[in-house]
């Protein structure tokens, strides 16, 4: 039986995300994304799921570091709409909620919720986690934001529901392993760190590597660098559409090694093609 790890506690959306992708798989919450990525490393689980962006709060800062500092492969992508409820026990009303608990994303992605009922924001280390410590031990006044799936595993009563900001808010998630995947039918996509060096017009020609094969950039992100001799100098996310052995990727890349002072190829694996993958059945 395959064995997964995710950042969380059983209920997390890493873990729904994970089963959708991978039935039958046995999952395993671990309580930090360090955790994750070691327990992939050291070879205790075949594969690490975790977080990388959010169409409404962003990326997730930690699995971009952790992905420059391990070496893992990246073989996937999966994309999870994330539709976020408002928890309590039974018997709440949503007029007595004062305090909400749930994972930092969890509660930037209700933000505009949160306001509207002057909510104090509590953040803790996952959404499923919130909902399970809420009903181990509820407080009057207290509510979780995470899955009806959590709701549903703890016990606890659903007061709003689609609470997010926006409506179409998905996240994206890393399938991470020790070992390269063999190269599968239908399009791919690459993840690449790099970082330039320090001269006008430098990332301009790191891009245009691209550009010059007509490849298409699908996400760009910049990150400080764990420098101390240069606090604040950028390193680069880029994800492009292509395999990286691709006659026209290969080519950009080898432009971008010549030119840039760091490459690092996270991984080439099978694109998510329509937003509508891993959609709830009922969407
Ligand atoms: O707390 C969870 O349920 C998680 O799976 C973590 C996480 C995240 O880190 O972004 C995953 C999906 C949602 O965006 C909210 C939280």
Not at 27 to 53: K, M, R, W, Y
Not at 99 to 116: E, M, N, Y
Request: proline share 7%; hydrophobic share 40%; net charge negative.
């Amino acid at each position: 039986m395959m064995r997964i790890a995710f950042q969380g506690t059983e209920g997390a959306y890493s873990e729904e995300a994970s089963l959708k992708a991978f039935p039958g798989a046995q999952t395993i919450g671990l309580p930090t994304f360090h955790q994750v990525f070691s327990a992939v490393t050291e070879g205790e689980v075949d594969l690490g799921v975790v977080p990388v962006e959010n169409t409404t709060a962003g990326i997730i800062n930690q699995t971009y570091d952790l992905l420059l500092e391990t070496d893992l492969h990246v073989v996937g992508e999966l994309v999870l709409k994330v539709d976020h409820c408002l928890l309590a026990p039974p018997g709440t009303r949503l007029e007595d909620v004062r305090k909400v608990i749930s994972h930092p994303q969890g509660l930037a992605q209700c933000d505009g919720f949160i306001a509207r009922y002057k909510l104090e924001a509590i953040p803790v280390y996952d959404t499923a986690g919130a909902a399970r410590a809420l009903a181990e031990n509820p407080e009057p006044g207290l509510a979780a934001i995470a899955s009806r799936r959590a709701a549903e595993r703890y016990g606890l009563v659903v007061l709003a529901q689609s609470i997010q900001d926006f409506i179409g808010n998905y996240t994206r998630f890393f399938v991470l392993s020790r070992e390269d995947w063999p190269r599968r039918e239908g399009p791919y996509k690459t993840s690449v760190v790099f970082t330039t060096r320090h001269r006008p017009g430098e990332l301009l020609a790191a891009l245009k590597a691209f550009a010059d094969q007509g490849i298409n950039l699908t996400k760009l992100e910049s990150r400080p660098r764990r420098n101390p001799d240069r606090p604040f100098s950028p390193i680069f996310y880029a994800d492009f559409e292509g395999h990286a052995e691709d006659p026209g990727p290969s080519q950009a890349l080898l432009t971008l090694l010549r030119r840039a002072s760091f490459v690092k190829v996270l991984g080439s694996y099978p694109a998510v093609t329509s937003w509508g993958f891993l959609k709830d059945p009922e969407d």
